[in-house]
């Protein structure tokens, strides 16, 4: 047992690290969501997660699938002046790709102002979210599997974030000030994050060089064409939502979707700090990393499956203990989604935790993009029909396209988790 444990001392360090980050998130969630939610009011919240939905879209480009790739990267690399390399690289491309998106935010704001009942403060306060992404780096330590100082990071941050909430919204009329509290924890963990690199990591302060950006771009690129595919499906359809129905279906629906996106990530640091353990492993050994991945399977899959019968029988229960009984139309709404954590858990084994390390990005990609296809074809006749509700089933019956397609995949190139 001793044994074990020092073998995986760092590995359980990092998860013990991200659960603490999201046990915190989690208080704070709960403490602060439905204060939220009740506090703006319906309409006023559902702006708000149009805005997000949005602005969304430039952290999707600004991100460019690094979420995945550079922590592998990072991983594979033990020296620090190759380290050091590969940091500059994706912070450089990931800089540029923030310039590029200043043109298409002003556009933006100029056509909301003009055309548009929204307030352009509204998503240019919402954009901070984008810069506090760009600068960033726990992706680093993700990759170094040194989570213990992102964990200290992110609480400072969204406790203070947490305290401007219940001091500065007090009516709808404070809805940007909610817009710029939930914006700004990455924006400070971002500039904490530096101070800590720059003392601990000297290494990652170089110019990259136009080449190595290129590079960081082009091995990017498939993962960054599935994770627009993915939010095809995910971001995509609050949007398309908001513009076939209003702010209010659009309220009722986040607040199912927020329930289950929290509660699906209770158990996702397990799988956010096992992702650079793996993709080492598989450099070394596939049937070792196969064998890791069975076991790690077993637990995630199944606490995800525990989550979603709670969330199917309890529905009514914990939308009206969350919510109020305002939002009691979103009850529906939450029993058609309560499956997906299940369902999402056993995609992310087959796509990122098997797929990424054993290097099929264009299988990942084509089924990204496959299912994207599909959802689009089934959204828009579903929210005419159902409304709010035809939403969540095109998501149930996406994501169960996605799984099912990941693990035929891997079954035909007998890859067998």
Not at 3 to 29: D, Q
Not at 188 to 199: N, Q
Request: charge should be positive; glycine fraction near 6%.
């Amino acid at each position: 047992m001793k044994a074990l444990l020092k073998k995986y001392r760092v590995l359980i360090e990092n998860i013990f690290s991200l659960f603490t980050i999201r046990g915190i998130e989690y208080v704070l969630s709960f403490l602060t969501f439905p204060y939220l939610v009740q506090t703006v009011g319906v309409s006023y919240f559902g702006s708000l997660a149009f805005a997000q939905s949005i602005i969304t879209y430039f952290s999707l480009f600004t991100d460019y699938g690094f979420n995945m790739t550079a922590p592998r990267d990072i991983a594979r690399h033990d020296q620090k002046e190759e380290r050091g390399k590969v940091f500059a690289a994706v912070f450089g491309a990931k800089l540029f790709l923030l310039a590029l998106t200043v043109l298409p935010l002003f556009a933006l704001l100029v056509f909301l102002g003009a055309r548009t009942s929204y307030s352009p403060m509204l998503f240019a306060i919402t954009y901070l979210s984008v810069v506090g992404n760009v600068i960033s780096p726990v992706w680093f330590f993700q990759g170094i599997q040194q989570m213990r100082y992102i964990t200290l990071v992110n609480t400072v941050a969204r406790i203070t974030t947490a305290l401007g909430i219940f001091s500065l919204v007090r009516s709808p009329e404070d809805y940007l000030w909610a817009a710029f509290l939930q914006s700004v924890p990455a924006f400070i963990a971002g500039g904490v994050s530096w101070w800590i690199l720059v003392r601990k990591y000297p290494e990652v302060c170089q110019m990259p060089a136009w080449i190595d950006i290129k590079q960081a771009l082009k091995d990017g690129w498939d993962i960054f064409v599935s994770t627009i595919a993915i939010n095809i499906y995910t971001v995509s359809n609050t949007v398309i939502l908001g513009m076939m129905t209003n702010n209010t279906v659009v309220g009722y629906f986040s607040s199912a979707q927020k329930i289950v996106n929290a509660v699906q990530q209770g158990l996702a640091p397990i799988t956010q700090a096992i992702y650079p353990h793996i993709s080492k492993l598989f450099e070394e050994s596939q049937d070792s990393a196969l064998r890791f991945i069975r076991k790690i399977m077993k637990l995630y899959c199944g606490g995800n499956l525990g989550i979603s019968l709670v969330l199917l029988l309890g529905a009514d229960p914990i939308m009206h203990l969350l919510m109020g009984k305002v939002y009691g139309q979103s009850v529906q709404m939450l029993r058609v989604l309560a499956l997906l954590p299940f369902i999402i858990s056993l995609s992310q084994i087959f796509g990122i935790q098997t797929m990424l390390p054993c290097g099929m990005n264009k299988e990942f990609s084509r089924i990204i993009i496959s299912s994207a296809i599909l959802n689009t074809l089934m959204v828009f006749p579903l929210i005419y029909l159902l409304g709010g509700t035809g939403v969540c089933w095109s998501m149930l019956v996406t994501e169960t396209f996605v799984t099912t397609t990941m693990g035929w995949t891997l079954h035909k190139k007998n890859i067998l988790i």
